[in-house]
């Protein structure tokens, strides 16, 4: 009974308009007051502990580091050598976008920043090839996802503080999904293409690929330092976020030169505005969490369904009807912090592996972020494109249907997020 009380004031709050964030903590703090006798002393005490986590240092630097990559020239010199690799086969442009989306994920760990960077410079050039506006869209508002998926990923961080799962362990995981699911794209826009007989460019020389390659190389580098530090030991996840942020000031104001120091506090900013938003939401939802563990309801759910016959095949079936559902009304951040800590349990419960699992949710984060009515990267691309969030809509599908599809791979087979975990830390 206490649980259904929980969530229809929850949901109540949430359909007023009010934002996810508070609506959480006047759950917490409604329920608390009225129908229990837990001290208020505790709930203070659990609001610092919740937040005092290490890992979750990594998320204002790793939005620092996104947008200084965003506002400067990385993205442009990404795109560039992506174009000079694919540019001559079939909707050459659009697979160039898949690839650039790709690699900008492995240096900012944000979705619509991937969207922002690449589709601003690479859309208008495929508009004035002769791409259809509703191709380019698609390409970029799909791939775009992939910010969150490919490490670093401020989704996963998020994971992690959730459910205290390993963030390197989370990012390792997410390499190989990453890969395939930007290659599925990438052959979904090749396959459009060659139906449709798009435009394809000269091919490039391999010095031309060169040229290229040196001038994105200091921007490439970035997914050598973040990672190959992770990966050898040298810092952790956190330690490599402020590496990150620094590598990418000393890029874009002293190397590439594209963004001079007075734009500087403009961009500490908007970061510091982005994660201030993040670490309320990420406070709240600490004490929803508690209040949910007071009130033994992930447990409570767990008996439920195994009592109910539910093995981890149905279950993951649940799991992703729900959070495609979810990715209805709320935002990525906000969907991972209230239902991990209540779906985890009954994941360890039937013996799935909590780092597929985290796999599993942020891959249905990627599809949340494309399709109406909160899809972030449709706002983000619709504001980059000036076409209307229902036209954008079906421009996504072909591309959306290539992640559903890929859902289904990911969640029913494990080793495709467990093999290179397993390898590399034996």
Request: hydrophobic share 60%; with cysteine; proline share 6%.
């Amino acid at each position: 009974m206490n649980s259904l009380i929980i969530f229809v004031l929850l949901i109540v709050l949430m359909l007023t308009g009010m934002p996810i964030s508070i609506s959480l903590g006047l759950t917490v703090l409604t329920f608390l007051f009225t129908l229990t006798d837990v001290p208020i002393q505790s709930v203070a005490l659990k609001l610092f502990t919740g937040i005092e986590k290490f890992e979750i240092m990594a998320i204002p630097f790793f939005i620092l580091a996104g947008n200084l990559l965003t506002h400067g020239g990385v993205a442009r010199r990404m795109i560039r050598f992506a174009t000079s690799m694919l540019g001559h086969f079939y909707g050459g442009l659009g697979l160039a976008g898949v690839l650039a989306c790709a690699l900008f994920a492995a240096v900012s760990g944000s979705s619509p920043a991937c969207v922002v960077a690449i589709g601003s410079v690479i859309l208008p050039a495929m508009v004035k090839q002769g791409f259809p506006r509703n191709f380019g869209a698609g390409v970029i508002t799909t791939s775009g996802a992939l910010g969150i998926l490919i490490p670093p990923s401020i989704a996963m961080v998020m994971y992690s503080v959730s459910t205290n799962v390993s963030v390197g362990a989370m990012f390792i995981a997410g390499i190989v999904p990453g890969i395939a699911m930007a290659t599925a794209l990438g052959l979904t826009t090749w396959y459009i293409a060659r139906k449709n007989d798009y435009p394809r460019m000269p091919k490039a020389s391999w010095t031309e690929r060169w040229v290229a390659f040196k001038e994105s190389a200091w921007g490439l580098m970035l997914i050598v330092v973040v990672m190959g530090g992770i990966y050898s030991g040298i810092f952790t996840p956190t330690e490599a976020a402020a590496m990150a942020a620094v590598y990418a000031f000393i890029v874009t104001v002293f190397i590439y030169k594209d963004m001079p120091l007075k734009r500087i506090p403009k961009v500490l900013l908007d970061s510091a505005s982005m994660s201030a938003m993040l670490l309320y939401i990420i406070t709240n939802a600490v004490l929803f969490s508690f209040l949910m563990t007071s009130e033994n309801i992930p447990q409570a759910m767990a008996d439920w369904l195994i009592g109910q016959g539910f093995g981890p095949i149905a279950f993951l079936l649940v799991v992703n009807v729900l959070l495609l559902m979810a990715g209805n009304v709320m935002e990525p951040s906000s969907i991972i912090l209230i239902m991990a800590p209540i779906l985890f349990p009954v994941a360890i419960k039937l013996g799935i592996d909590p780092i597929h699992f985290g796999i599993l949710i942020v891959v249905n984060m990627e599809v949340g972020m494309c399709h109406p009515p909160v899809g972030l990267n449709l706002y983000v691309a619709s504001g980059i494109t000036k076409m209307g969030i229902s036209e954008l809509t079906v421009a996504v599908w072909p591309w959306l249907a290539t992640m559903l599809v890929f859902l289904v791979v990911v969640t029913y087979w494990p080793g495709l997020s467990l093999w290179l975990p397993h390898l590399l830390m034996k």
